[in-house]
């Protein structure tokens, strides 16, 4: 699992409003705001499109960000448990993935734990790794689906 919409690197700052104003290009006109809605109602739909293709690409093979890295010995050996009656697969090494995935104290509930890249007990943890976007295949973009979640976007400034 990587983290597009969470860059790292020397370029950090640079990357995160690349980022934020890439998906604010796509957004439908009568979802943008402020200079943006501008540049969505003067450039057209196809280019805009284009031009987030051609950006993205970029980001793409130049950025950083945190990977979620588990080793497959995790998922070479399953077993089954069953939770509200549906039967789910999980490593049949528990134990190990778990301490491997949250930490050594993953059994003692944490109410300081939180996910947020910045937090130093998550920076801990073996499964993150900070890699090159470009570890794994780029994802193809789909602006249809982009256009529905953007709904629910709060970063619409």
């Known amino acids: 699992m990587r983290w597009f919409n969470s860059p790292k690197g020397a370029f950090i700052s640079i990357f995160k409003k690349y ?9 439908p006109v009568e979802q943008s705001s402020g200079k943006m809605r501008y540049i969505n109602i003067l ?15 970029f ?19 399953l ?29 003692k509930p944490d109410s300081d734990f939180n996910t947020d890249f910045y937090v130093d007990k998550w920076k801990k943890i073996s499964a993150r790794k900070d890699l090159k976007f470009s570890e794994l295949k780029k994802p193809e973009i789909d602006f249809d689906l982009q256009n529905y979640y953007s709904k629910f976007s709060t970063d619409k400034k």
Not at 59 to 77: A, Q, T
Not at 81 to 89: G, H, T
């Open 19 to 27: 980022y934020i104003l890439m998906k604010r290009m796509v957004l």
């Open 43 to 57: 450039i057209p739909k196809q280019i805009r499109h284009l031009i987030f293709k051609v950006l993205f690409h």
């Open 59 to 77: 980001y793409y093979l130049f950025g950083r960000c945190i990977y979620h890295v588990i080793p497959v010995e995790y998922f070479n050996k």
């Open 79 to 107: 077993k089954s448990i069953e939770l509200y009656n549906i039967s789910f697969k999980i490593s049949k090494d528990t134990e190990n993935y778990l301490k491997y995935r949250y930490g050594k104290n993953w059994r």
